[in-house]
């Protein structure tokens, strides 16, 4: 590739010759990109589609948001290390700044076909999915910043899955909200699923949607470009490929509109003691919650939700997709069901006037995939050393507690508990059959974690903080729910989405730091000080600001963490660069200056 002599200026930022990964200013970048979705956002909430058109094509010409698309695609995307047809993965610095040079030039590109991969589902059936080449999967999300903001403005309050801001656990609240209290009508379940929602999807009631969308033709393209499946080509007349960065943006597209086909309504309701002054209320007999392709619509009676059944079966058939009649089912919350891995069900009690109490669990599927993942985790762990067992089994153990920690899973966690603790026993056992009982406890078993009377911790006596992690551990936690229509493209929500945001990383991070680490991410509000994005996006590095040969010393002040890929670049630029210094430093928020404002306030207070 030749080298550009001139250094161009774009989006505000400059670059000399190719694209240098390691000086791009991220922060930089990022504001610039979330400054154009929120204008989107606003001119279609007004109305105004020449502007929404105008800043699309803006979007799509973007140099922030190449950067950021290519960021996304190669360093972020959890499937950031499997190729597709061109066989192109694990990209250095190097090849992807060259990669943002190729996309910011005029080449005409034609999109390459997906390559089919399959992946195992619970029912022992296989999921297929299309992995886009690299290069399409950054045009992709070129596309997805320019469409996503747009129809931000306009989707469902109750649609959940794959949109910014939003989680499977609000999906569980906004359920949960809707069926506890003795007041509560809604005791039918109509718990919806539909059959190969990605591969069946009609493509032209899709591309209606889109209408004046500037980059409709390339979308249309990747619908259009088949996959390959075991060296053989096949053509795709419908469907949307389930891998690539833009199908689920698309599926949500495809589906939007469900609620309204209901006959779902809402109303402002004024509450002075809500934040907004009131909330929007349901005024139907109906509540409809979708994740994804997964839904389930509550009702008062068993005939409602038999009539909502016959109601979105024939609004799907426009779709080109249909009901699963072997997973879509309507129940009583008497018997409870499950969604999104949780059982949601009313219990009989004494404690209450009704009688019922509405608890949600983790559900015995979910709870018995775990147990088959520490099982396999166990087997391929044979004759690897302790340290090496606790190294793998914390993630999923974390992992998994986080996902179950806001609901009543106590019992729960005791009894996966016991069911680790025998399996690293066993594990111990089979590593030294020579030996005692007495003699593996002692050696593997002890009071391992800090500031807990806990005798029976696994791990390696002989390292510092390599223990078990247990599921008791994990508080109980009630979880937000994101109101109504708020969303992160929203200008006037700009507050409200900063703090969730930083509560959220600091959720993530809290779960995979001890005590005395997580007060250094708290020091700079859970936030990379070099590309000013939440610290849960990635993986972390602690990084001494004063390098330790040049006296840096493993203090408060002198260590900070930055994500993997961040650390490689303040390396690549000079850990000692003032400029990357003073960045990380005005980072960090000083305590005894917090400190003496928090006094200043408490003594205002007391002369009031």
Not at 409 to 428: N, Q, S, V
């Amino acid at each position: 590739m030749e080298k550009m002599e001139s250094s161009p200026k774009r989006d505000g930022i400059v670059t000399k010759q190719t694209t240098d990964w390691h000086s791009i200013k991220w922060t930089k970048a990022y504001k610039e990109v979330r400054k154009l979705r929120r204008r989107i956002f606003r001119a279609t909430r007004a109305g105004d589609w020449k502007k929404v058109n105008k800043l699309q094509r803006l979007m799509l010409r973007s140099y922030s948001n190449v950067l950021i698309s290519v960021r996304q695609a190669s360093q972020l995307n959890k499937g950031k290390n499997t190729p597709g047809v061109d066989n192109i993965a694990k990209l250095t610095p190097h090849s992807r700044g060259e990669l943002v040079d190729t996309l910011m030039s005029d080449e005409v590109w034609k999109p390459k076909p997906t390559r089919r991969v399959y992946i195992p589902k619970c029912n022992s059936k296989r999921r297929p999915l299309g992995i886009p080449s690299m290069r399409d999967r950054c045009t992709q999300n070129i596309v997805k910043n320019a469409l996503e903001p747009q129809w931000e403005a306009m989707f469902e309050s109750t649609s959940y899955g794959f949109r910014p801001g939003r989680s499977t656990h609000d999906a569980r609240q906004r359920i949960f909200d809707n069926i506890k209290g003795e007041k509560n009508r809604k005791w039918w379940v109509l718990d919806a699923d539909i059959s190969g929602c990605f591969d069946n999807i009609a493509h032209k009631p899709l591309m209606e949607n889109l209408k004046q969308f500037p980059a409709k033709k390339k979308v249309e393209e990747w619908l259009k470009a088949g996959y390959i499946d075991n060296k053989t080509f096949y053509e795709t007349e419908s469907g949307t490929p389930q891998g690539g960065i833009i199908s689920p943006l698309l599926a949500n597209i495809a589906l939007h509109g469900m609620e309204e086909e209901l006959g779902i309504v809402y109303k402002w309701r004024k509450d002075i003691r809500k934040e907004a002054g009131g909330y929007w209320n349901n005024t139907t007999k109906r509540t409809f919650i979708r994740f994804a392709d997964d839904f389930v619509v509550l009702t008062e009676s068993k005939e409602d939700a038999e009539e909502a059944k016959a109601i979105i079966k024939k609004w799907l058939t426009k779709k080109g997709l249909t009901l699963s009649e072997e997973k879509t089912k309507i129940r009583n919350l008497k018997e409870g069901f499950d969604f999104l891995g949780w059982n949601f069900r009313k219990y009989p009690t004494s404690a209450r006037k009704s009688g019922m109490v509405t608890l949600i669990k983790p559900s015995k599927k979910n709870i018995q995939k775990f147990r088959n993942e520490i099982k396999e985790t166990f087997q391929k762990l044979k004759g690897e050393s302790a340290k090496t067992v606790v190294g793998k089994l914390n993630s999923k153990i974390r992992g998994w507690g986080n996902y179950h920690s806001g609901v009543a899973a106590k019992e729960t966690f005791g009894k996966m508990d016991g069911y680790i603790h025998w399996k690293c026993l066993r594990w111990a056992k089979r590593k030294h059959h020579k030996k005692s009982g007495k003699w593996i406890s002692q050696k593997y078993f002890g009071k391992l974690c800090p500031g807990r009377n806990d005798n029976w911790v696994f791990g390696e006596k002989s390292l510092d903080n390599a223990y078990m992690q247990k599921l008791s551990w994990i508080p109980i936690q009630r979880h937000t729910l994101v109101q109504h229509k708020n969303s992160p493209d929203d200008p006037k929500m700009k507050q409200y989405w900063e703090k969730r945001k930083v509560k959220q990383s600091e959720k993530t991070i809290k779960s995979r730091l001890s005590s005395g680490r997580d007060k250094i991410a708290k020091r700079q509000e859970y936030t990379c000080p070099f590309c000013n994005q939440p610290l849960g996006m990635e993986n972390i590095h602690l990084h001494h600001i004063t390098p330790k040969h040049l006296g840096g010393q493993d203090k408060l002040g002198n260590l900070v963490y930055v994500h993997e890929e961040c650390h490689k670049s303040i390396h690549a630029l000079g850990a000692t660069n003032p400029d990357i210094q003073k960045k990380l430093k005005d980072r960090i928020k000083n305590p005894s200056q917090t400190s003496t404002k928090t006094k200043r306030n408490k003594t205002k207070k007391k002369e009031k």
